[in-house]
């Protein structure tokens, strides 16, 4: 079985400040906001609506930072999926967070270097690229 989702690496900025947006999972992880493509939904138009779902974070679609791809093991049925997921850049234009309990603990802002030091705790090994993506088109290296 095949399943393609979309997210984003959000970002705003505070008093010229860069913030990333990370997510704690159900499991305790770290990780960016995504989720699947709905029927008759552009991979663009799927971005934004789980950013907003997951997060109550209203954003701009910028470009595109990466696909990665991985296969997990359905919960329920036990199938072995294969999964695509599309990562863009997002500029926030709100700010409040709605945490979408039901699939999420938590949702915070963080600096930059938080963020990849959170990232490299307790994240998925699949983001990294996505993040040091992300920080480099601020010009941060890590």
Same mark, same amino acid.
Not at 1 to 14: I, L, P, T
């Given at each position: 079985?095949?399943?393609v989702s979309?997210g984003g %690496?959000?970002?705003r900025f505070?008093d010229e ?8 999972d159900?499991?305790g992880?770290?990780?960016l906001?995504?989720?699947?493509q709905?029927?008759?939904e552009t991979?663009e138009?799927a971005?934004l @609506?789980?950013?907003l779902? =997951?997060?109550g974070i @209203?954003?701009?679609l910028g470009?595109?930072? +990466?696909?990665?791809?991985? +296969?997990?093991?359905?919960a329920v049925?036990?199938? %072995?999926v294969n999964k695509e ?5 997002v ?10 309990? =039901?699939?999420?603990n938590?949702?915070?802002?963080y600096?930059p270097l938080?963020a990849?030091?959170l990232?490299? =705790? @307790?994240?998925?090994?699949n983001n990294? +690229? %996505?993040? @040091?993506?992300?920080?480099?088109h601020?010009?941060i290296?890590?």
């Amino acid at each position: 079985m095949k399943e393609v989702s979309a997210g984003g %690496v959000v970002y705003r900025f505070h008093d010229e400040e860069l913030l990333l947006l990370l997510i704690e999972d159900r499991y305790g992880k770290v990780t960016l906001a995504k989720g699947k493509q709905e029927l008759g939904e552009t991979i663009e138009e799927a971005a934004l @609506r789980e950013v907003l779902e =997951e997060t109550g974070i @209203r954003g701009v679609l910028g470009e595109k930072l +990466d696909t990665i791809y991985y +296969d997990y093991q359905h919960a329920v049925t036990g199938e %072995v999926v294969n999964k695509e997921v599309h990562y863009f850049l997002v500029e926030a234009y709100t700010t409040e967070i709605t945490v979408q309990v =039901e699939e999420i603990n938590d949702v915070h802002w963080y600096t930059p270097l938080e963020a990849w030091a959170l990232q490299q =705790e @307790r994240g998925y090994r699949n983001n990294d +690229d %996505v993040l @040091r993506k992300a920080l480099q088109h601020f010009g941060i290296e890590v």
